[in-house]
């Protein structure tokens, strides 16, 4: 009767092995569906970086405010008869060491 208990307990074992650890057992399914998920959230991550781009390119393409406060902005361009004024305002540090100088 012993050796018949150990029998059917290596059997349960035997058919348990490709459930859990086999090619398609449930690790697996496990491990491949966090795999998915992590795959999803990076694509709707890109998806939205993709649109943002399309529109950019778009706006690019149509007209030109998207030129100009472009130039204006990153290369500091100034159209033909406009004046530019530079307001500079004094560093913190500074602003509190001119004080302290007159005493």
Request: proline share 4%.
């Amino acid at each position: 009767m012993r050796i018949l208990s150990f029998v059917f307990a290596a059997l349960i074992v035997l058919l348990q092995y490709p459930l859990w650890l086999g090619k398609g057992g449930w690790l697996r399914v496990w491990e491949i569906d966090r795999q998915v998920t992590a795959q999803k959230n990076s694509n709707a991550r890109l998806r939205v970086r993709n649109d943002s781009l399309d529109a950019e390119v778009r706006d690019l393409k149509q007209g030109y405010d998207a030129i100009e406060e472009r130039a204006r902005y990153e290369l500091g361009m100034i159209k033909k008869d406009e004046i530019f004024f530079q307001v500079l305002e004094k560093p913190p540090a500074a602003a509190a060491a001119v004080p302290a100088l007159k005493r």
